[in-house]
């Protein structure tokens, strides 16, 4: 093989990884939005707390139920899995899933403690079990899954 064609070759495995953690990170904060969402009708949140604003979250995290906690959880949880999984598909062709489904995983927990810092008044259970469980985990099983499914 040719040293060109090995670059090429190269620039393809970045180009095809590349592509597979913005596909998986896109479609993950899609999955995570769509929870949410869809969670905040099933379970809707205190009277008073606006959603979209941590100040307003923060000052009435104590008005809480554990249902309502776990929501986040779920969604945080369910958009790594599927961001993780479908960056795995789609560099598991060059050999790279474990890359990129890490890759998708860290992205998710960066996001988390980003989360969990705008929040400091969130009960401490809940911060274990989102940072702990909900994304490096779940981007674990993301590759599992798509390992398994060839």
Not at 44 to 66: K, Q
Not at 101 to 113: D, E, N, P, W
Not at 120 to 133: H, K, S, Y
């Amino acid at each position: 093989m040719s040293a060109s064609r090995s670059a090429r070759s190269g620039f393809n495995k970045a180009l095809i990884t590349i592509g597979g953690v913005l596909a998986g990170a896109v479609v993950g904060a899609m999955a995570n939005m769509g929870v949410i969402a869809g969670s905040a009708a099933l379970v809707p949140p205190p009277v008073g707390v606006d959603m979209n604003n941590p100040e307003s979250i923060n000052a009435h995290i104590g008005y809480f139920s554990t249902a309502q906690l776990l929501c986040p959880f779920f969604a945080h949880a369910i958009g790594t899995l599927l961001g993780a999984y479908l960056a795995a598909v789609i560099a598991r062709r060059v050999g790279r899933e474990l890359f990129a489904a890490a890759i998708v995983g860290v992205l998710f927990l960066l996001g988390g403690i980003m989360a969990v810092s705008m929040i400091p008044n969130a009960p401490l259970w809940f911060d274990v079990l989102d940072l702990g469980f909900a994304y490096m985990p779940m981007a674990v099983l993301g590759l599992r899954l798509a390992r398994k499914n060839r």
